[in-house]
Every structure is written in C-alpha cells, then in structure tokens.
C-alpha cells in the first residue's frame, strides 16, 4: 500500500473523528455555533503542531534516548492497541473544562485527537519513508487525515443530528478492529525487523 494512504488511514482510524463528534459535541456544549467551529480549527492545528513536532524531530528523539525503530514499532503497536481497547468498549474520558480556548487544547487537541497512539505512529510512519517522495507523500496523508478530522468536526451539530448515537458507536467498534489489525501489524514488523537486526541471538 502507498506509504501516503498508509499514513492516511492510519492517523484516520487512530483519531476517529466520526467516533468523537458525541465527545466534541459533550465538552462543547452550551457553545454557540461560530465558537464551535473556532474550538474545532483550533483544536486540529494544535494537534497537528504536535505530530509535526514529533514527525520533524522524532529520529533526533530517538537517536537521543537511544531506542531504535523496531523497538518504536513494537511500543507503537502496544500503544495503539490500548486506543483500540478504548474504541472497542466505547470508553469516553471527558474531563471537565474551562473556556473554549482551554477546551480546543484539553481534551481536543490531546489527548483526542494528537494522542500516545496518533504521535507514536507519526513517528514510525516517518522513520520507514526512505525516500524524499515517500516523505511528501507521509506529509501528505497527514495533512489529508487532519483535513478530514477538522471538516468532520465543523459538521459535528449535524453529524449529531442526523446519526442516532447507536450508529456511531458502531462506527468507533469498526474502528477499533481495524486499528487494533493495524498495531499488531506494527508489533510483528517490530519484532521481525529486531530479529533481523540481531541475527546472531
């Protein structure tokens, strides 16, 4: 599969935005509609200032504490499965929040959308582009996932409205399968690339 795509559905399914219009909708209530969709583009920048942070500096990170890529994987793969948990119970935690400023960073920004699972497979993502062009297209599923996430998050009143709870609780199990498939796809890459990397032990 294109690297872009990968990183695409990736970063999709990991933030699941369509599971999280009920949450936006909770932590956002009682909020006039103009100062909604402020919350939700401020809320995706920040998050998406935060991936791009870890995307730019993460082989420094790693280089600096000294783990390598198929240790990354693995702990990624572990991280995703705990969202994966999340999704498939329906677990929701929505702490109680200030203003609209402070609700765009906590609980929007992080842990919701730039979450452990999101900026861990960011990273992952990233160290396996090789090339200039699978960089671009990295940056380019990042940018079009983030794309996604705002425009459903301006439309989150009427996602609301015209989907009964029920469906996008369903929506979020999907979800959770197919980031849970997509961590133990990290897992393994993980251990075969360390096994490879080690192959006198």
Do not use: C, K
């Amino acid at each position: 599969m294109d690297i872009g795509v990968t990183a695409f559905i990736t970063l999709i399914v990991i933030m699941d935005p369509l599971g999280n219009v009920p949450v936006f909708l909770t932590i956002s209530q009682g909020v006039e509609h103009a100062e909604r969709a402020r919350i939700a583009a401020l809320g995706v920048l920040v998050a998406l200032a935060v991936i791009a942070t870890f995307a730019l500096a993460g082989g420094q990170i790693l280089d600096y504490l000294g783990v390598s890529l198929p240790s990354l994987s693995v702990a990624g793969g572990l991280l995703l499965v705990l969202v994966a948990l999340e999704l498939l119970r329906g677990d929701y935690d929505v702490p109680r929040v200030g203003g609209s400023s402070q609700i765009a960073l906590v609980p929007l920004a992080t842990p919701l959308l730039a979450g452990p699972g999101a900026i861990a497979a960011t990273m992952v993502l990233m160290e396996q582009a090789d090339t200039s062009g699978e960089v671009a297209l990295t940056w380019t599923g990042i940018l079009a996932a983030f794309g996604v996430v705002w425009i459903v998050l301006r439309l989150a009143a009427p996602i609301g409205r015209l989907l009964p709870e029920g469906v996008i609780r369903l929506f979020s199990r999907v979800m959770g399968v197919l980031l849970a498939a997509i961590a133990v796809e990290l897992i393994l890459n993980g251990i075969h690339d360390w096994i490879e990397a080690h192959p006198g032990l």
